[in-house]
């Protein structure tokens, strides 16, 4: 049986739980806030919405909400998105990678304490 798989982006608002389906940017300069389809990545400078939120967005006095008039949709799982999984799995699991760990390659990153080790073989 194969599963599959998705990473659910989830709604920015405290308490929220509802998956994402728009993306809140602001225009500091004109005082305009922009609700517009899910953003294909996450950014630090915006906000991931549900619906419930995106439509119900209100501005402070004097800024304008432009407001994406179209249908807000859960985006699904592209053939591009399995194929790149495929590929970091592919990747992870390469005999030749997994020697170079156990031979003191360096790791760095946010799991760089991790190393693959190989099965020992059967005598």
């Not at 500091?28 to 630090?44: H, I, M, N, R």
């Amino acid at each position: 049986m194969v599963a599959a798989v998705r990473s659910v982006r989830r709604c920015s608002r405290t308490g929220c739980t509802n998956p994402a389906v728009a993306t809140l940017t602001y225009a500091y300069a004109d005082s305009t806030a922009v609700v517009g389809p899910l953003a294909t990545f996450a950014e630090p400078h915006s906000y991931d919405l549900c619906e419930a939120h995106a439509m119900r967005l209100t501005a402070p006095k004097g800024w304008e909400v432009v407001r994406y008039e179209g249908e807000f949709a859960i985006p699904q799982p592209t053939v591009d998105d399995l194929t790149a999984l495929a590929e970091a799995v592919r990747e992870a699991g390469r005999v030749d990678r997994a020697h170079e760990a156990v031979e003191g390659t360096i790791s760095r990153g946010p799991r760089a304490h991790l190393r693959v080790i190989p099965t020992p073989p059967e005598d």
